[in-house]
């Protein structure tokens, strides 16, 4: 059993706009170098249903998305299209599956110890405005709740990372199959997760 921390997988999308933007190399850089590996890669053009079902793998997506957007909105003091968050995510899921079906995207798989948290950490927040400085969403764009609700679309937020262990596991395998994702050594993985830092003195 691969249950060694070194194991966890996330799941990253370049969305639409991320590949727009240029950012493909910029984003894959940010997750290599700080120790993840990459162990899928490849260029989609998601369909609709493909999209609706990543967004649902999970029954809790519609209201904690929905509870979350409703938080941001009440944290700088304006209201909230709705306060009911089922309504507001039967919206924004409308609203998703134009944005994340109107180009390539590129899905990925990275491995590595708490990649599923390290990438959310490097990601940055769910709004780019809100996002910290240094974090892909708080350094690459300027979206904003406001500006998304106002002109009736999606945030735009370059990627998508998994929330969570399982939601990656769901998630992964609705991306990719078996066979799509390759098991190997990358050399540095010695001195990120060797007990002993044997063979470095000649
Ligand atoms: O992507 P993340 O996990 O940070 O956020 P989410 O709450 O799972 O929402 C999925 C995606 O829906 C976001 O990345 C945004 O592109 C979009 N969204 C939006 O357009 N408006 C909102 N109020 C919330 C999310
Ligand atoms: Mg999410």
């Known amino acids: 059993m691969n249950t ?11 969305k639409p706009d991320g590949i727009q933007r240029s950012l493909i190399g910029e984003v894959i ?13 490849k260029m989609v053009v998601p369909t609709e249903e493909f999209i609706e079902k990543h967004y649902t793998l999970d029954p809790e997506w519609r209201r904690i998305t929905g509870e979350k957007s409703i938080k941001g909105f009440k944290d700088k003091g304006l209201t909230p299209p709705t306060e009911d968050p089922l309504e507001l995510t039967g919206l924004l899921l409308g609203k998703l ?18 990649s599923v948290a390290i990438v959310r950490k490097i990601t940055g927040g769910t709004e780019p ?29 370059i990627i998508h990372a ?36 044997d063979g470095i003195f000649g």
């Open 4 to 14: 060694h921390f070194k194991h966890e997988q996330t799941l990253v999308v370049i």
């Open 162 to 197: 998994s929330g969570s262990v399982a939601e990656a596991k769901n998630e992964i395998v609705h991306w990719f199959t078996k066979d799509e994702i390759i098991d190997y050594k990358i050399v540095q993985e010695q001195i990120m997760y060797d007990v002993n830092l």
């Open 29 to 41: 850089q940010r997750y290599e170098r700080v120790g993840l590996k990459l162990v899928a890669i």
């Open 97 to 114: 599956k134009k944005y994340m079906t109107s180009g390539p995207v590129i899905a990925m798989v990275w491995q590595g110890a708490h």
């Open 129 to 157: 405005l809100t996002s910290p400085v240094g974090t892909i969403r708080g350094d690459y764009v300027l979206d904003s709740y406001q500006m998304s609700e106002s002109d009736i679309r999606s945030v735009r937020n």
